[in-house]
């Protein structure tokens, strides 16, 4: 048996004996977004130690918490806080959490992640949901070894991000009244905020936003099967775009200044899947 599918196997079933996920949508809560998991009810949550071959989150505003229970009547399991591959993780690792709750039954996946804006009609606020990405963080989950039990050798990413839920997403944002943006994800290796030079490579390449997660979900997803919708809080511009020196504070206010809007759009699109 494949290494890594045995330790997606083992940590879902030590999940699996706490609650029942089958069927239940996927949501996870990317920086400063995790506020949304205090709105789920009839709550159940295990600290991520406690989950077999997960890591430890190490990243201000992931809390490092598997939570199941209901959103908006709708069965969900939260992750809130995710693994990053600038922790130091391998890519395995960080798309196990994608990987086990496939392995759950989940039926659906919301991915969410505070970005650098990159397309220069957005501003810190604007929301975009993900249309397509570019994988630039220089490794991907899916090397090495396929995992046969889970998908194919070579997964085609033509429609990696679900049409359909993708047009539902932004749909939704749309009749909240809500600044809602579609677009490409980057996704660069971090832990340092992109360059000057670097966010006018990712312009001209095509990119709208930048980030450092969300890209090995997306992979690991495509590969075995798993619907996604993915929505970028853009918390600033990217580097050299204003000439603002960057923080990760000014990422986790913007956040929190949005957080009204994003949770009222991702319980709205839970409602609708």
Same mark, same amino acid.
């Given at each position: 048996m494949n290494e890594i599918y045995h330790k997606c196997l083992e940590a879902a079933e030590f999940i &699996?004996? =706490?609650f029942d996920a089958t069927d239940a949508i996927g949501i996870v809560l990317g920086s400063g977004l995790g506020d949304l998991a205090d709105e789920i009810t009839d709550a159940q949550i295990i600290d991520y130690a406690d989950i077999p071959n997960y890591p430890k989150t190490t990243v201000p505003g992931h809390a490092g918490q598997l939570i199941f229970g209901y959103l908006n009547g709708v069965k969900v399991l939260c992750m809130k806080g995710r693994f990053h591959f600038y922790e130091g993780h391998d890519m395995k690792t960080v798309a196990m959490p994608t990987r086990v709750m496939k392995l759950l039954g989940v039926k659906a996946l919301? @991915? $969410?992640n505070a970005a650098g804006g990159v397309n220069r009609s957005f =501003?810190?606020? $604007? @929301?975009?949901v993900i249309s397509d990405f570019i994988n630039y963080m220089g490794d991907n989950p899916l090397? #090495? %070894?396929n995992v046969d039990e889970l #998908?194919? &050798?070579?997964?085609d990413m033509t429609r990696a991000l679900d049409p359909e839920y993708t047009a539902l997403a932004i749909q939704t944002g749309k009749d909240l009244g809500i600044d809602i943006r579609d677009g490409v994800y980057m996704g660069f &290796? #971090?832990?340092n905020f992109e360059t000057p030079a670097e966010i006018r490579f990712a312009e001209k390449i095509g990119a709208? %936003?930048?980030?450092?997660? $969300?890209v090995p979900e997306i992979l690991a997803a495509r590969h075995c099967g798993l619907k996604v919708i993915g929505i970028s809080c853009i918390t600033n511009m990217g580097a050299?775009? $204003? #000439?603002?020196?960057l923080t990760h504070e000014e990422v986790q206010e913007t956040a929190d200044r949005v957080k009204g809007q994003f949770k009222e759009l991702i319980k709205t699109i839970v409602a609708r899947m």
């Open positions: &699996r004996t =706490k919301i @991915l $969410t =501003k810190p606020g $604007t @929301l975009m090397y #090495g %070894a #998908g194919p &050798r070579f997964p &290796r #971090g832990p709208d %936003a930048v980030g450092m997660s $969300t050299g775009i $204003t #000439g603002e020196v």
